[in-house]
């Protein structure tokens, strides 16, 4: 059974920099085909495509995050990070991980993903 699971700070103060991890158990994060996406839904929004490693190490962002977003992996963890930078209220979201077969590019169609952690939420607060 393939697990994601996302941990983080809860709140972080506006113009730092959100650092999340996403531990992935019962699948290797380096196995081929598979793609590692960062996913958030702001309040009383719908879901938002952030980015994507995929098993290889290649990243992909959203055009509109690229330039403060950041994706990384340890694979000896079988771990996965995003680091937000810059950080404002309106980054105040849930934030959550998910696999997919390849990399489903600024996808947030729930078909797209077979797993999905269980979200973290982030605060953005002064």
């Known amino acids: 059974q393939v697990q994601l699971q996302e941990s983080g700070p809860g709140l972080v103060k506006p113009s730092q920099t959100l650092s999340l991890t996403c531990a992935v158990s019962g699948a290797s994060i380096t196995t081929s085909y598979y793609s590692w996406s960062w996913i958030r839904q702001p309040p009383g929004k719908g879901l938002e495509w952030m980015g994507v490693?995929?098993?290889?190490?290649?990243?992909y962002y959203s055009p509109s995050l690229k330039s403060r977003t950041s994706i990384s992996r340890d694979t000896s963890k079988n771990q996965f990070y995003l680091q937000l930078s810059s950080e404002t209220p309106e980054d105040t979201a849930l934030y959550y991980c998910?696999?997919?077969?390849?990399?489903?590019?600024?996808?947030?169609?729930?078909?797209?993903?077979?797993?999905w952690g269980q979200g973290t939420q982030v605060t953005v607060s002064s």
């Open positions: 490693i995929a098993y290889d190490g290649s990243t």
């Open positions: 998910a696999r997919s077969g390849g990399p489903r590019v600024g996808s947030v169609k729930g078909d797209d993903y077979d797993y």
